[in-house]
């Protein structure tokens, strides 16, 4: 469940529009190239390719079905308004989408291939796919694409809090059908608790490790996050299928 | 030509001191003080004084204040920066910083406080939430009694002072035991909040003692480090932004500078610190400590009117205070500091007793008294091309006429100076100047002592000003216009000054002939932006009909004619002092000096060796040699630390150059040898091109051992 930040907060958060855009000279080149996906940046990561791994192509394909699938409602639903709505001097280097600002679906979608690549790295009990490291580095890139929206003047860093946090549940939703697990933890996202004006990391920016801490039950309690219980899931025999299959290509 | 009729008003007093003031008080207030940033009616203004030693103490005092309440307010606003009681050249002075308010400003320039006043320079005003209240001056810490001299190679503190400085990247640390140390033993963040946000780590034990801005201790910055690590991996961003040099969610007036230097991927302070005194984190480097001083960020993106000088005299200063502390908590008497500045302006006199030039010199002789050892390490400039100085003198009594273009959509002011000779015998007016606008209007002024000729009607969109410049006993003139385009809203500009080409005639009125010391100079005050900064600012030049900007086969046109534009005598205006350690750039692979990098004096000199300072008090000093600023004339800039750890960029200009000697100058240092302009002189191998190449070219280990060409 996600509920988005008043009219009023979001105009608060216009800040950071501002203050980001300055950065668009540094990130140019990414932002264009990540306009349309971002996979091909995740792949630079694990030894993702057509020919060796196709299997884990099909599952992120499903994932990022998913995600898509997700997001377009959240977003519909939730009706939030770009940025560009707010302000004349926002003015985004790239063309905005149709779609609304709240959750954002880079975002969304980034966090959750990294997340399902994490697990397949994770849990294919190959011995340097166990180190931590890979899934700090998926999901600073993941933050780092979700950011890169943000100085491109199309999302605030509260889409891309939503997104991160909309993008790890699924992926682990997809983790757990896939492993065959009967139940997922659910969450709850409050737009409106989302913070401002304190110091970082509760100044109403972006930051991706409290939110994945959080959902891993690793770090503290934010007043954003809360917790909806254990969901049971509906076996999918077909996921765990594509799941063994995918985990395969990395033992 | 039309003519339109003068308007001569009284001069303000500090007109006699320095013109920028009146400037930045009156017409140019709007830019000066940004409206929204300070209190209304309660703003501070940055000023660095250079005071005549004997009458310092009455000149601080407020002796010639009657009024009890008011004096000790004024007792309150000055902090001594350097005490010079030996100096070299026989004048004993006094520096003293002030953020000063508006009557403390007008008091200044009164006739009892100004006789004790040798210079007061103007710096860039901070945001209200940058200033701490007025403080105390700071007490002069006692000599320490001698304590052990470690044995060579011994500590000596490395100084970066400059912008986006990147301290938390991995060039800056070291493994100790397992764990990840800091090796920067102080930060200053200069417009950074004060008082500082109650949070950690500035909650943190030491407590904070700066009079602007915010600093960290090591014991911080390493809690810091600890404390943005995401799965063993500290994550520079968010130590940055926990620290505030980088804070997005800070509120920013429209015509404020938006710029977060440390969250770009290339930055220059990075870059240059790593060049001076970067090293890999394993094995642990412990006895080349760093302190690093970050400018603010207004102050880099846009100069004018309010300099660096204020800035760079405070960060010298706590540096070296900062070092002697250190110091005295290992045990040692003192420790060496070689402070890096790789910053350049171009106007000023150049003679040596500019403000900043001036600062370094006294502050390295009084840290001589105290037994210290500092080393200042200076670029020579990138401006040998750019067309900002001109040499004007009398051949005959013909007038010589001066173009000055001023560029349309300069969104900044703009300034012209003109300096003339010292005036041994006192003579009324050895120049008339008359100057004429885009327009067709003229002005005429001649050489009076502190005069104000104001351009069109009020309100004007320009002025010339006479005023003094007592420390070298000339005369400059100031002309300053307001920015040609718009700015952005929230700076409200009364009239734009007309672009184009303005002509500046001078007329010799008495005097002056065509010997090299009566060499009129004029700079152009810098007014162009540093890579990454917002463009706002345009930087204007000179020229006449006989300058070749390019040779015949299309190159870059590097030697000087008969031409009023010089290249000649381009260098770093805060370079020409005696003690500073000036570095020049050349091209590694062809190994010519790098075309943009800047010159002393050609005219006047004579021919090396020996090495001289410069005979003439009208002449600039050479740069003492040139190090690598490009591997060649393709591969553009030399390799560095990116703002992160782990990324390398390549940067240029003489900044990169400056660095690589100071690193080679804290080696030397280290193994008890001076480390001073003669030792560096000794490295060089000889260059064409003395002015600009000095005793010639030195050898530098690359930093990143990358061969870009064969």
Excluded at chain 2, 290 to 311: F, K
Aim: net charge positive; charged share 20%; hydrophobic share 40%.
């Amino acid at each position: 469940m996600i509920s988005r930040p008043t009219v009023a907060r979001f105009k608060q958060y216009l800040v950071f529009m501002n203050s980001y855009a300055d950065l668009r000279g540094d990130r140019a080149t990414e932002i264009m190239t990540q306009m349309n996906g971002t996979l091909a940046f995740l792949s630079a990561i694990p030894f993702l390719n057509p020919a060796r791994t196709p299997y884990t192509f099909e599952l992120l394909g499903a994932a990022l079905r998913l995600a898509n699938f997700a997001e377009m409602r959240f977003k519909q639903a939730l009706a939030s308004r770009r940025a560009n709505e707010y302000s004349p001097q926002v003015q985004p280097m790239i063309l905005t989408p149709s779609h609304s600002s709240f959750p954002s679906g880079h975002a969304t979608e980034a966090f959750t291939s990294a997340y399902v690549l994490w697990r397949l790295l994770q849990t294919s009990g190959s011995p340097p796919y166990g180190h931590i490291s890979w899934r700090n580095q998926l999901m600073r890139l993941a933050s780092r694409i979700a950011i890169n929206r943000t100085i491109a003047g199309v999302h605030f860093p509260v889409d891309s809090a939503a997104g991160c946090f909309l993008g790890i549940q699924l992926g682990r939703y997809l983790w757990r059908l896939g492993a065959g697990l009967p139940n997922y933890p659910a969450y709850r996202f409050i737009g409106t608790n989302y913070p401002w004006g304190n110091p970082p990391p509760n100044d109403g920016d972006f930051y991706w490790e409290v939110i994945f801490d959080r959902l891993n039950l690793l770090g503290p309690p934010v007043p954003y996050i809360a917790n909806l219980g254990v969901q049971p899931l509906t076996p999918s025999p077909i996921l765990r299928w594509l799941w063994r299959k995918a985990r395969s290509e990395w033992r | 030509m039309a003519k339109r009729k003068q308007q001569e008003k009284r001069a303000g007093a500090w007109d006699r001191i320095n013109p920028y003031v009146n400037w930045a008080l009156g017409p140019g207030r709007s830019d000066y003080f940004i409206p929204g940033r300070q209190e209304s009616g309660k703003e501070r203004m940055p000023l660095l004084l250079q005071l005549k030693a004997d009458t310092a103490k009455d000149f601080l005092d407020g002796v010639f204040i009657k009024r009890p309440v008011f004096r000790k307010r004024w007792q309150d606003s000055f902090q001594v920066l350097c005490s010079n009681t030996k100096p070299r050249d026989g004048k004993p002075a006094v520096w003293v910083g002030t953020m000063a308010t508006q009557d403390i400003v007008e008091r200044i320039a009164g006739p009892a406080p100004r006789r004790s006043v040798d210079s007061v320079s103007l710096g860039r005003p901070l945001d209200t939430q940058a200033l701490g209240t007025l403080s105390k001056r700071v007490v002069r810490r006692k000599a320490s009694i001698a304590l052990a001299t470690p044995p060579y190679p011994r500590p000596v503190v490395m100084g970066v002072i400059d912008d986006g400085i990147g301290f938390a990247n991995e060039r800056f640390r070291k493994i100790v035991g397992g764990v990840i140390e800091s090796r920067v033993e102080n930060w200053w963040l200069q417009d950074g909040p004060n008082p500082p946000p109650a949070v950690p780590p500035f909650t943190l034990p030491p407590p904070q003692a700066v009079p602007f801005g915010c600093e960290l201790y090591k014991s911080q910055i390493d809690w810091t480090l600890q404390n943005s690590m995401v799965d063993g991996v500290i994550d520079e961003g968010l130590v940055y932004r926990k620290v505030r040099l980088i804070d997005f969610a800070r509120p920013l007036a429209a015509a404020d500078v938006n710029h977060q230097s440390a969250a770009w991927c290339a930055s220059h302070g990075t870059h240059v610190m790593d060049l001076a005194c970067g090293f890999d984190p394993s094995p642990p480097v412990h006895n080349r400590p760093i302190m690093c001083v970050q400018l603010p960020t207004r102050v880099t993106a846009d100069e004018n009117p309010g300099e660096l000088y204020y800035y760079i005299a405070h960060g010298i200063t706590h540096i070296v205070e900062r070092a002697q502390d250190l110091a005295q908590s290992w045990g040692l008497a003192s420790l060496p500091v070689v402070i890096n500045v790789s910053y350049g302006l171009l106007a000023d006199p150049h003679d040596g007793t500019g403000f900043l030039e001036a600062f370094i010199d006294h502050k390295i002789q009084e840290c001589r008294t105290r037994g210290i050892d500092l080393r200042v390490v200076l670029p020579s400039g990138n401006s040998y091309l750019s067309r900002i100085h001109a040499q004007v003198s009398f051949t005959s009594a013909a007038p010589r006429t001066l173009q000055w273009h001023v560029q349309p959509d300069d969104r900044t002011p703009s300034f012209l100076e003109i300096w003339l000779p010292p005036d041994p015998i006192a003579i009324a007016s050895r120049v008339t100047l008359r100057i004429t606008s885009p327009a067709g209007a003229s002005w005429t002024i001649p050489e009076l002592p502190f005069s104000t000729v104001y351009f069109g009607a009020s309100p004007y969109y320009g002025q010339v000003a006479s005023s003094p410049w007592l420390p070298s006993s000339r005369t400059r003139f100031i002309i300053m216009l307001q920015p040609t385009g718009r700015p952005d809203s929230g700076v409200l500009v009364p009239e734009l000054a007309p672009a184009g080409t303005w002509k500046i005639e001078f007329r010799n009125t008495g005097g002056l002939t065509s010997a090299a010391r009566h060499i009129i100079h004029a700079w152009v005050r810098r007014d162009d932006q540093v890579y990454g900064f917002p463009v706002r600012g345009r930087q204007s030049y000179l020229t006449d009909s006989l300058y070749r900007a390019f040779d015949h086969a299309g190159r870059d046109e590097e030697f000087d004619n008969s031409s009023l534009v010089k290249r000649e005598n381009t260098i770093n205006s805060l370079a020409t002092g005696t003690e500073a350690i000036v570095m020049g750039g050349y091209l590694g692979k062809e190994g010519v000096v790098a075309k943009y990098s800047a010159a002393g004096s050609r005219t006047g000199m004579p021919a090396p060796p020996p090495f001289p300072n410069p005979p003439v008090a009208t002449t600039s000093r050479w740069p003492d040699a040139v190090a690598v600023s490009e591997d060649s004339r393709v591969h553009t800039g030399v390799l560095a630390a990116g703002s992160y750890s782990n990324s390398r960029v390549a940067m240029g200009g003489t900044s990169v150059a400056a660095p690589q000697i100071a690193r080679r100058v804290a080696d030397n240092l280290a193994m008890g040898n001076p480390g001073d302009r003669q030792t560096v002189r000794s490295w060089a191998v000889p260059l064409p091109q003395f002015e600009r190449s000095g005793a010639g070219w030195i050898a530098t280990v690359p930093i990143v051992r990358l061969k870009r060409f064969e």
